[in-house]
């Protein structure tokens, strides 16, 4: 099921790109877009202490060959199971980075990219709080956390001024108590500004 709404997905963001006929991607444009999906697999109340979400926000900033700077913060929440609750984890973390155009169609209504970033922020268990509910006391610290990101991304102009995202990523972070590895995989829209 899954296969068929990214490759439905796919094939609309080529049949409605040759819509879009003004000048894409051109050194100095910008673009403030906004990013939501899920980490670690998808959520749904069956697995909520299995996965997360994620939301965020950056600005864009393209160079030569549709390669492009992005900077911007993400909040990050997932759920690990504890008996009969669950134990809540977010991250805040703001990132800069580059991300390399390696493959795009002729008007560039399409383009492929991956990109690595530096992430750095703060990570939250359990709202701070020690002790939980049967009075087990809470190991995990709340902290700093840093590292970097790789992904891979997808942009598809749906009109001269609003672009399709669709990313893969792999978050990589030190200073963790909760797992240094975690994927996102996600859907986004990003406005060009000027």
Same mark, same amino acid.
């Given at each position: 099921?899954?296969?068929?709404?990214?490759?439905?997905?796919?094939?609309?963001?080529?049949?409605?790109?040759?819509?879009?006929?003004?000048?894409?991607?051109?050194?100095?444009?910008?673009?403030?877009?906004?990013?939501? /999906?899920?980490?670690?697999?998808?959520?749904?109340?069956?697995?909520? #202490?299995?996965? %997360?979400?994620?939301? +965020?926000? =950056?600005?864009?900033?393209?160079?030569?060959?549709?390669?492009?700077?992005?900077?911007?913060?993400?909040?990050?929440?997932?759920?690990?199971?504890?008996?009969?609750?669950?134990?809540?984890?977010?991250?805040?973390?703001?990132?800069?980075?580059?991300?390399?155009?390696?493959?795009?169609?002729?008007?560039?209504?399409?383009?492929?990219?991956?990109?690595?970033?530096?992430?750095?922020?703060?990570?939250?268990?359990?709202? /701070?709080?020690?002790?939980?509910?049967?009075?087990?006391?809470?190991? #995990?610290?709340? %902290?700093?956390?840093? +590292?970097? =990101?790789?992904?891979?991304?997808?942009?598809?102009?749906?009109?001269?001024?609003?672009?399709?995202?669709?990313?893969?990523?792999?978050?990589?972070?030190?200073?963790?108590?909760?797992?240094?590895?975690?994927?996102?995989?996600?859907?986004?829209?990003?406005?060009?500004?000027?």
């Amino acid at each position: 099921m899954r296969a068929a709404v990214i490759i439905i997905t796919v094939v609309l963001c080529f049949v409605v790109s040759d819509k879009s006929h003004a000048q894409r991607v051109l050194p100095g444009m910008q673009g403030l877009q906004i990013t939501s /999906g899920m980490v670690d697999g998808i959520w749904s109340k069956d697995n909520r #202490n299995e996965s %997360g979400y994620y939301f +965020g926000a =950056a600005m864009a900033t393209y160079g030569r060959n549709a390669n492009k700077w992005i900077f911007g913060a993400e909040y990050l929440r997932w759920d690990y199971a504890y008996e009969n609750d669950y134990i809540p984890v977010k991250q805040f973390t703001g990132e800069g980075g580059f991300y390399y155009n390696f493959l795009s169609s002729p008007g560039k209504a399409v383009c492929f990219s991956i990109g690595a970033s530096a992430l750095m922020g703060y990570e939250t268990v359990n709202r /701070g709080e020690k002790l939980l509910s049967d009075g087990a006391t809470l190991q #995990n610290d709340d %902290g700093f956390v840093y +590292g970097g =990101a790789i992904t891979l991304e997808m942009e598809s102009y749906l009109t001269d001024r609003v672009v399709l995202l669709l990313t893969g990523r792999e978050r990589m972070l030190q200073g963790t108590t909760t797992g240094h590895f975690h994927v996102q995989f996600g859907i986004g829209l990003k406005f060009i500004i000027n």
